[in-house]
């Protein structure tokens, strides 16, 4: 008992001196304090708005803030659209299934009509991730505001994404290379405890997986033909990436245990075993999970941001100005 306290107070402690660093050398807290206040209880209110209507669409906000953040920074570059001489991020034959675009639009036209050119389409989109992740039952947290607009959205960038036939020493690599420790790389892939994945993301698991196996070996047989099933009905149908697809909790990470993860991805985190203690500890404690998490989006949000003369503030989130 009085232990937990101690660990509470430690994990608090950390939080506001984490907060206490960034504020000097980042971003800021309360960044739109006096030049927008409403900013922040606006995109709240639409992103509950919307996420009423359709709660599967608080997946699409979480991973379309990441994909921002791995490419050119988190710099609401994934949110223009293509132009005539120049194809987008967003429009990548990957084609990344983002969604959600519309719930930033709304946010961005309203907080536009109050408080014209100061708000930031990439702090609009960090905003409604985080809330969308509270939305859903997970955590809620601070985050540091100011980050700029960039210009650059190309669609040939987009192979810095991270593919779901990667293994766990790719994936240790590809986010070292953002400077995320392994711990961070397993509680990050927890957002995948929201949404859903197309069956062309885990298909190759299920035949010719290798020169020794026909299926991924590391996949429940039970779990591998309901896959089957949701194939047969074509390449473009999703199925939930965990249990319950709408709530954040840590069902990803016990479903990892059951060798019942969706990606090949996923489940490499259990196979290998730098990751696997990892995964172990957040499937047993949902509360270190979250707690770590919030910490890993706060540093997510922070990659590359552009700052003052970096940047611009987009008036329409689509295009640059
Ligand atoms: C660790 C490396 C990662 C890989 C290989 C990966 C890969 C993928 C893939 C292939 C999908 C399914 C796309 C589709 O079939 O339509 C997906 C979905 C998703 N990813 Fe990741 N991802 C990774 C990390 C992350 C991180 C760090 C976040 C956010 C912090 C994230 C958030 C999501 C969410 C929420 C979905 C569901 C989207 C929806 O239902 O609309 N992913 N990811
Ligand atoms: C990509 O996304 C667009 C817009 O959401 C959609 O119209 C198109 O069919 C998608 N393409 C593929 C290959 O899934
Ligand atoms: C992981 O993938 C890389 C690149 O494809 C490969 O060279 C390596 O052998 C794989 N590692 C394991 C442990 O499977």
């Given amino acids: 008992m009085i232990a ?40 709240r209110d639409v992103v509950d708005q919307a996420l009423r209507q359709d709660p599967t669409l608080a997946a699409g906000l979480l991973r379309m803030h990441f994909h921002d953040c791995f490419i050119q920074g988190c710099d609401g570059s994934v949110l223009i659209d293509s132009t ?14 983002l969604r959600g675009y519309e719930i930033i639009d709304q946010a961005k036209q309203m907080i536009e009509d ?11 989109l960090a905003l409604a991730a985080r809330d969308a992740v509270f939305f859903s039952g997970g955590p809620f947290y601070d985050i540091p505001q100011g980050r700029m607009d960039g210009s650059r959205s ?15 020493t790719a994936l240790i690599k590809m986010f070292g290379q953002h400077g995320f420790n392994i711990e961070e790389l397993v509680v990050l892939s927890g957002a ?36 089957s099933r949701t194939c047969s009905q074509g390449d473009n149908t999703p199925m939930p990436l965990d249990p319950t697809r709408n709530s954040f909790d840590n069902a990803y990470f016990n479903a990892l245990q059951r060798r019942m993860g969706l990606l090949f991805s996923d489940q490499s985190l259990f196979a290998d ?9 957040f499937a047993m404690n949902q509360a270190m999970f979250f707690f770590n998490f919030q910490q ?26």
Avoid: W
């Fill in 296 to 321: 890993a989006m706060v540093k997510m949000g922070l990659l590359d941001v552009k700052e003052g003369d970096e940047g611009e503030i987009r008036l329409d989130c689509r295009k640059v100005n």
């Fill in 84 to 97: 005539r001489d120049s194809t987008a991020e967003k429009d990548s034959p990957a084609n990344l299934s």
């Fill in 154 to 168: 190309k669609i040939e960038d987009t192979i810095n994404l991270p593919a779901p036939t990667l293994n766990t």
């Fill in 192 to 227: 995948h405890t929201l949404g859903a994945a197309r069956c062309s993301s885990f298909k190759h698991r299920l035949s010719n997986f290798d020169s020794t196996h026909d299926v991924d070996p590391n996949l429940d047989s039970n779990f591998a033909k309901s896959m």
């Fill in 273 to 281: 075993p730098q990751t696997r203690r990892f995964v172990n500890a």
């Fill in 4 to 43: 937990s306290y101690v660990v509470k107070l430690l994990m608090l402690i950390e939080v506001l001196m984490s907060g206490a660093r960034l504020h000097v050398d980042a971003l800021s807290m309360g960044y739109y304090d006096m030049s927008c206040p409403i900013a922040e209880p606006i995109v």
């Fill in 114 to 124: 109050q408080c014209p050119g100061v708000v930031s389409c990439a702090d609009i």
